[in-house]
T-cell receptor, first 113, second 115 residues
């Protein structure tokens, strides 16, 4: 089955430290991979996506993600976390040539001051 | 602000009732998607419309239906509501390039509470 997985329900990091939120995928063909962020009582905001090309994708708010085909991963990273980055992060992928998204289960990021 | 609007923001109703959720896509987007977010099932794709026609179907119950109108706004109809239908319902919109990988932009959601 085609899907994305987020192995960590929660990630805790201190402000100023680097952060990583993990995502692995299982989709056929060339994957399109997305990261979204959801703040409390808000909709999902697009952060970045991988279509093709450079394996390091830069997105909004200083986030970046690294596509790794051999490990079928698309981890979200930021060099220096902010308290305001605390939110729920979702990895997503459309299967095949469809545009519907399969979402991971979400990872809650807690950044402590 | 994504440019996608949803009304109402909150909806409280009773079991057995029927409700309609409304979504207006971003200007220029022809495709609309509906998702359900619940605590136990996460974010689930329900249905996609493209330029008025159903394009893809996900885990949508038979009690739920949707449509997209000529002005491209969409409505999600939920009937014979059950307690388990309480959730956040999101609408998203995108262009459809035909090449996949189109970014979906999400509205703020409608929080449905069934009592």
């Amino acid at each position: 089955a085609q899907s994305v997985a987020q192995p960590e329900d929660q990630v805790n990091v201190a402000e100023g430290n680097p952060l990583t939120v993990k995502c692995t995928y299982s989709v056929s063909g060339n994957p399109y991979l997305f990261w979204y962020v959801q703040y409390p009582n808000r909709g999902l905001q697009f952060l970045l996506k991988y279509i093709t090309g450079d394996n390091l994708v830069k997105g909004s708010y200083g986030f970046e993600a690294e596509f790794n085909k051999s490990q079928t991963s698309f981890h979200l990273k930021k060099p220096s976390a902010l308290v305001s980055d605390s939110a729920l992060y979702f990895c997503a992928a459309p299967p095949g040539n469809f545009n519907k998204f399969y979402f991971g289960s979400g990872t809650k990021l807690n950044v402590k001051p | 602000d994504s440019g996608v609007t949803q009304t109402p923001k909150h909806l409280i109703t009773a079991t057995g009732q029927r409700v309609t959720l409304r979504c207006s896509p971003r200007s220029g987007d022809l495709s609309v998607y509906w998702y359900q977010q619940s605590l136990d099932q996460g974010l689930q794709f329900l249905i996609q419309y493209y330029n008025g026609e159903e394009r893809a179907k996900g885990n949508i119950l038979e009690r739920f239906s949707a449509q997209q109108f000529p002005d491209l706004h969409s409505e999600l109809n939920l009937s014979s509501l059950e307690l388990g239908d309480s959730a956040l319902y999101f609408c998203a919109s995108s262009v459809v390039s035909g090449q996949g990988g189109d970014t979906q932009y999400f509205g703020p959601g409608t929080r449905l509470t069934v009592l």
